[in-house]
């Protein structure tokens, strides 16, 4: 993903300070956590620590993913392909 695609949604929600609280930029942030965690494994192979931590905010995405999956199916797809994130498997 490209960075001036963040940067564009990145303004806009801080236009609108209130909607900090929308799943929307919560999956956000924790995707961002997650860019960040992942190349900072990439180089420290043995940081469990930060696996652990990696793994925490991934089941929390994949939570706020699943309820907006439920909510509102349209705003779900919009989302996955706007930050580029493979949709998780059906149980």
Do not use: C, P
């Not at 209130?18 to 900072?40: A, C, D, P, W």
């Amino acid at each position: 993903m490209v960075k001036n695609a963040f940067i564009s949604v990145i303004s806009q929600e801080e236009e609108k300070k209130e909607n900090r609280g929308s799943v929307e930029f919560q999956v956000f942030s924790f995707t961002n956590k997650i860019r960040r965690l992942t190349s900072h494994l990439e180089l420290h192979k043995k940081d469990y620590l930060s696996q652990r931590g990696l793994r925490k905010i991934l089941g929390k995405r994949q939570r706020l993913l699943s309820y907006l999956s439920k909510k509102n199916r349209i705003r779900y797809k919009e989302l996955i392909n706007q930050f580029d994130i493979r949709e998780s498997k059906t149980r």
